[in-house]
Structure formats: structure tokens, C-alpha cells
């Protein structure tokens, strides 16, 4: 039998999320996650399989649980880096996008929301 969990997956997943949204993908080591979580890198592989894994936990978390209109960081990340080259990112995108859509009247607002989040992450 294997030692109990010394974390909290949910909260390893909602810190992801803050250090995903803040630096992207490629710019997160697992060095990084290890420090910035507080998990060993034995049990962040146990748990997610990967950082990849780790990185669709918490799109996924952050799609269903906390995306708002003034914090769509994490979805421009994915959608700007991973999901051309991520199919299954790029399926939470689309349906995250599809949900906004509806949210906000339709593609067009969606897209003027998008793009001033985009804007503001640009301006000092």
C-alpha cells in the first residue's frame, strides 16, 4: 500500500491555473511547478501523468469553475499557444469559446471581449 497524499489535488490545480495563466505552458518547468506547488516531482507525475496533464487539469478547472470576463488569461494562453498544436486543447477551447458565445450574444462579442483582455495584457 502507498503513502497517503501530502497534497491537496484540487488546490495543486487551482495554483496551476494562477501560474499557467500568468507565464503559458512553455514558459512553466517542472522545475517551476514543483517549487511554485509545493508537490514533489514523484507525486506531480503520480497524480497528472505529466505537466501536460497537469496543464489540461487546470484548463479544465478553469473553464468549468472560474472563467469570468475580467480573468481570461489562461483561456488566451491556450488558445494563442496550445491549441494549435494540442487537439484536446484546442476541443476546450472551442467549447469554452461556444459557452461564451452564448454567455455574450454571440461570436462578435465574444471576440470584442477577447481582444480587449489581449489589449490590456499588452499596455503597461
Given at each position: 500500500?502507498?503513502?497517503?497524499?501530502?497534497?491537496?489535488?484540487?488546490?495543486?490545480?487551482?495554483?496551476?491555473?494562477?501560474?499557467?495563466?500568468?507565464?503559458?505552458?512553455?514558459?512553466?518547468?517542472?522545475?517551476?511547478?514543483?517549487?511554485?506547488?509545493?508537490?514533489?516531482?514523484?507525486?506531480?507525475?503520480?497524480?497528472?501523468?505529466?505537466?501536460?496533464?497537469?496543464?489540461?487539469?487546470?484548463?479544465?478547472?478553469?473553464?468549468?469553475?472560474?472563467?469570468?470576463?475580467?480573468?481570461?488569461?489562461?483561456?488566451?494562453?491556450?488558445?494563442a499557444e496550445r491549441a494549435p498544436v494540442d487537439a484536446e486543447?484546442?476541443?476546450?477551447?472551442?467549447?469554452?469559446?461556444?459557452?461564451?458565445?452564448?454567455?455574450?450574444?454571440?461570436?462578435?462579442?465574444?471576440?470584442?471581449?477577447?481582444?480587449?483582455?489581449?489589449?490590456?495584457?499588452?499596455?503597461?
Amino acid at each position: 500500500m502507498g503513502r497517503p497524499r501530502a497534497f491537496d489535488e484540487d488546490e495543486v490545480v487551482r495554483a496551476a491555473v494562477t501560474l499557467f495563466a500568468g507565464r503559458a505552458y512553455d514558459s512553466v518547468s517542472v522545475d517551476d511547478l514543483v517549487s511554485h506547488l509545493g508537490v514533489h516531482r514523484n507525486s506531480l507525475y503520480k497524480v497528472f501523468g505529466s505537466k501536460r496533464g497537469l496543464y489540461l487539469a487546470a484548463l479544465q478547472h478553469y473553464l468549468s469553475q472560474e472563467l469570468t470576463a475580467a480573468e481570461l488569461d489562461l483561456l488566451l494562453l491556450a488558445m494563442a499557444e496550445r491549441a494549435p498544436v494540442d487537439a484536446e486543447v484546442a476541443t476546450l477551447v472551442d467549447a469554452a469559446l461556444r459557452d461564451l458565445d452564448k454567455a455574450l450574444g454571440g461570436p462578435a462579442a465574444t471576440a470584442t471581449l477577447l481582444g480587449e483582455r489581449l489589449r490590456a495584457r499588452a499596455t503597461p
